[in-house]
C-alpha cells in the first residue's frame, strides 16, 4: 500500500470511528427527529428550486437484456443483466453532508452554485431523477465467506444512467443506500452514515445525503441492534461492472447472455482487443484483471 493510500485508509477509519460513536450516542440520548444537526458542519440550507443541467443517457436498455418482471419485489432473477427498479427517497429533512467540488467542476461539468439548489439535493438523494434517467439494478452472483453465494446484485444501489462531459469521458451515475431492489435479499436497501462516509473518502463521489430517518444496524453481529441515521452516495465508475457479472451467467448456463455481456464490455471499454479475434473473452478477462485494482479506470473486478 502506498504512503498516500494508508494515510487516507487511516483518515477513513479515524472518521468512520467517530462517526460510530456518535451515533451510538445519539442512539441512547436521543430520537432521530428531535436530534438537531450543527449546520456549521454541513452545506448550507438551500436556496432555490431549478432544473438541474445534467442529462443521463442509458444505452445498456438497447444493448443488454432487462428483467420481464418490473418492480422491487425481491427475487431470483433469470436471462437478463439488469432489472428496473425505482429508488426509495430518504425521508426529509436532508442534508448535504459533504459534495466532490472537483468531481462537479471536471466530470459533471457543473457549476459549484448548484450546491444550493433544492432540486439538487433532491436528485442526489434519490427523491427525484436526472432527466433522461432510467434507474436499474445490476444482477450479479459472488462468493462469500469462500463459497459460492449465488445470486447477490445490487441490493442497495440504482444505476441511474451514464454521463458524457464536454472532455467526451463518460462516467456512469449510481446511487448508494437509495432502498430495496430485487436484490435487496433480506436487506433494507438502506445505507447508513459509517458506511457512506467509507463510500464517500474512498470512490469516485459526488455527495453525501444525510436523513434522519432511522435505520436499524447490527454493527457488530452480537445481536446488539442499534438505530442509526440513513444516509445516501451518488458516486461514479467508468463501469460498474464485475466478474460476478460474468459468474452468475456462467453458474446458470445463461451462456448466451453471457456472450451477449462480454461483447458489449469489449466494445465499450476494451477498444484494443479485435472484435474478430477467436480469443477476444479470455483476453478481455485478463484486460480487466490488470486493471482491478483502479476503479476510477474501471470496476470489473
Not at 6 to 19: G, H, K, N, P, R
Not at 196 to 222: G, H, K, Q, T
Not at 244 to 264: C, H, M
Request: one cysteine or more.
Amino acid at each position: 500500500m502506498t504512503k498516500h493510500g494508508f494515510t487516507l485508509f487511516l483518515f477513513s477509519s479515524a472518521v468512520a470511528i467517530a462517526t460510530f460513536r456518535d451515533e451510538q450516542e445519539f442512539c441512547e440520548n436521543e430520537s432521530c427527529n428531535e436530534r438537531e444537526f450543527d449546520k456549521s458542519h454541513f452545506y448550507s440550507d438551500v436556496k432555490h428550486c431549478g432544473e438541474i443541467p445534467l442529462a443521463l443517457s442509458h444505452k445498456l436498455l438497447d444493448a443488454l437484456p432487462l428483467d420481464e418482471v418490473d418492480g422491487n419485489v425481491i427475487r431470483t432473477v433469470k436471462r437478463s443483466v439488469f432489472s428496473e427498479s425505482q429508488p426509495s427517497p430518504l425521508k426529509e429533512p436532508l442534508t448535504l453532508a459533504a459534495v466532490s467540488q472537483d468531481v462537479l467542476r471536471n466530470i459533471l461539468d457543473l457549476n459549484e452554485s448548484v450546491i444550493q439548489n433544492e432540486e439538487f439535493v433532491r436528485c442526489v438523494s434519490g427523491g427525484k431523477l436526472f432527466p433522461g434517467s432510467v434507474p436499474l439494478a445490476h444482477r450479479y452472483g459472488g462468493h462469500q465467506f469462500g463459497y459460492w453465494a449465488g445470486q447477490l446484485g445490487d441490493g442497495r444501489a440504482h444505476l441511474l444512467g451514464e454521463y458524457t462531459n464536454r472532455k467526451g469521458e463518460r462516467w456512469e451515475v449510481q446511487l448508494k443506500g437509495s432502498g430495496k431492489t430485487p436484490y435487496s435479499r433480506s436487506g433494507d436497501g438502506r445505507a447508513v452514515i459509517r458506511s457512506s462516509v467509507r463510500e464517500f473518502l474512498c470512490s469516485e463521489a459526488i455527495s453525501l445525503v444525510v436523513s434522519e430517518e432511522p435505520v436499524w444496524r447490527d454493527p457488530f453481529y452480537n445481536g446488539s441492534v442499534i438505530k442509526e441515521r440513513g444516509a445516501v452516495v451518488l458516486r461514479l465508475a467508468k463501469s460498474w461492472f464485475r466478474i460476478g457479472s460474468l459468474e452468475i451467467l456462467t453458474r446458470t448456463g445463461e451462456l448466451d447472455v453471457l456472450r451477449t455481456l462480454l461483447d458489449f464490455v469489449i466494445k465499450e471499454h476494451f477498444k484494443s482487443i479485435a472484435t474478430n479475434d477467436p480469443d477476444k473473452y479470455v483476453v478481455s478477462i485478463c484486460v480487466s484483471l490488470l486493471f482491478s485494482c483502479n476503479t476510477r479506470l474501471f470496476y470489473i473486478v
